[in-house]
């Protein structure tokens, strides 16, 4: 945590999603948002700048549209992904936006959860696209794009495809031994499976100023049961950055400080 507090961190945008993301390592960083490999010197088309700008301005109904628009003409592995991730954290604000102190038969909370668990397929659908996309583009290409093995890496672990994960990183670290994708990876495998090298993969990224590492060590902790650390980190973590998977682990973690308290 002290590292965390003594960061001095520069504000980039990231050219996947748009989102503003928060470096302590120069120029080459992961998204806060999307998880996607940020090089400031490289342009690129941002494909969700619209959607990300209507995030902002808490219009999510807006940004839903623009990603039905978005779809509708592009289909490429990045935006798909985008788009479940976009989904993905939309779901959670819905699923979890309940008020239990309403009168009656509280359709406003039916509403919700319904409306979290829809969003929520649309997410699983989207990653699982952008999957069989990846397959089909590294299968027909001699020339190797990290950013799409990455895609397909993120999207197994967040379908809980730990195997096929797995077998994603080997050939990540084949092929891209010395590329900053091949130690992110290796660090969201180790804590999401509770390697034996999480630890040391965790002090390694923290050292190499790698702001995405503090969520995972939160999550360490957290799968540790060290919950007031991992809530104390998170706190100090959502203050800096937008991160949608920081920002589902802090509900958990308050849920089970809640109920360790009850």
Not at 15 to 24: D, E, F, M, V
Not at 48 to 63: C, L, N, P, R
């Amino acid at each position: 945590m002290k590292k965390l507090a003594s960061a001095k961190p520069a504000a980039l945008t990231c050219p996947q999603c748009g989102a503003r993301t928060i470096s302590t390592s120069g120029n080459d960083t992961f998204c806060n948002f999307c998880e996607q490999y940020v090089n400031a010197g490289e342009g690129a088309e941002i494909l969700f700048a619209s959607v990300h700008a209507g995030i902002k301005a808490g219009d999510w109904e807006g940004s839903t549209k623009k990603v039905e628009q978005l779809l509708k003409t592009n289909t490429e592995p990045r935006l798909l992904y985008l788009s479940a991730v976009f989904y993905d954290y939309f779901s959670d604000i819905r699923y979890n936006d309940r008020n239990y102190n309403l009168q009656g038969f509280m359709e406003a909370n039916a509403e919700n959860i319904g409306k979290g668990v829809e969003l929520a397929s649309l997410s699983k659908n989207c990653f699982y696209k952008a999957l069989k996309l990846t397959d089909t583009i590294i299968k027909g290409n001699s020339i190797l794009d990290p950013n799409i093995f990455l895609i397909k890496f993120l999207s197994e672990m967040r379908l809980g495809m730990a195997v096929d994960a797995m077998r994603t990183l080997s050939r990540i670290k084949f092929n891209f031994s010395q590329s900053p994708i091949t130690r992110y990876a290796n660090l969201v495998y180790g804590v999401e499976t509770n390697s034996k090298e999480a630890e040391a993969l965790l002090s390694d990224s923290i050292t190499r100023g790698q702001m995405n590492a503090f969520y995972y060590l939160a999550k360490y902790l957290a799968k540790r049961d060290q919950i007031d650390e991992a809530y104390v980190l998170l706190q100090k973590f959502n203050k800096m950055v937008e991160s949608p998977i920081a920002r589902e682990l802090t509900i958990q973690v308050i849920s089970a400080r809640n109920a360790s308290e009850a």
